[in-house]
């Protein structure tokens, strides 16, 4: 494996839990939830980071645990960070809402008229085959 997450070292070709990395990433997010900014929860977290890492740190689900990963964080901590970037992004108006676009309704049903013509160029007679295509709006 060329990566292995922070918190985390690899023994025997399986991933386990390194404590030291592991409390790090614990005081992160305890940190960042009493009101901390990604910033300054790496700097108490002792941590080296920019903003960016730590901030996918906070939404990386590995550490809630998986079937390579053991759990360092639990889940209602995890939900509670989540809530809290959100909250934050919405009170900074960073929340990219998408613009609807309007509905586009293709033609479903096509009849085609019988041909009667026949022509020697192979590209005039696509085209006229293809004028004889009539389409049905809904």
Request: charge should be negative; hydrophobic fraction near 35%.
């Amino acid at each position: 494996m060329g990566h292995i997450l922070y918190g985390y070292q690899i023994i025997n070709g399986k991933a386990e839990i390194d404590e030291q990395a592991a409390e790090r990433i614990k005081t992160l997010f305890q940190s960042y939830l009493t009101g901390d900014s990604l910033a300054t929860a790496a700097k108490k977290a002792e941590i080296a980071a920019y903003h960016a890492g730590v901030g996918r740190m906070l939404r990386n689900k590995h550490y809630l645990g998986d079937e390579y990963y053991p759990a360092i964080i639990d889940p209602d901590t995890f939900a509670a960070a989540e809530a809290e970037r959100i909250r934050r992004a919405e009170m900074l108006g960073r929340i990219r809402e998408s613009k609807q676009e309007p509905e586009v309704v293709y033609p479903t049903v096509f009849r085609i008229r019988e041909g009667t013509e026949r022509l020697d160029d192979l590209f005039q007679q696509a085209e006229y085959a293809y004028s004889l295509i009539e389409s049905e709006e809904p």
